[in-house]
């Protein structure tokens, strides 16, 4: 970490911040607007932050088995993430296949 850069710890991730990562823009040339979402709060939350956003995702609708432009799910793109563990289940208890 840099040395002007403090650890953030505690980060409190209330319903409208969470919620506000179902209408963030896709991010960079990727065309899926559902797996842009999972990947930028996979990349952003703690693990029970992401169980909440699922939640929230999957009452409006939105596709958990949703494809990068490269056709891999977010479930896919973590399997072998040394952290991506506890997303990985996470999304299979909300169901995720694929």
Avoid at 17 to 42: Q, V
Avoid at 67 to 91: M, Y
């Amino acid at each position: 970490m840099r040395p002007d850069k403090q650890k953030v710890v505690d980060e409190v991730w209330d319903d409208e911040r969470i919620e506000s990562f179902l209408d963030k823009t896709p991010m960079g040339e990727e065309s899926s607007r559902d797996f842009s979402a999972l990947l930028n709060a996979y990349r952003s939350m703690r693990p029970g932050d992401f169980e909440r956003f699922l939640e929230r995702f999957k009452a409006l609708g939105r596709e958990l088995d949703a494809r990068s432009n490269d056709g891999q799910t977010l479930l896919e793109l973590i399997a072998d993430h040394r952290h991506g563990e506890d997303f990985r289940e996470i999304l299979l208890r909300h169901g995720a296949t694929g």
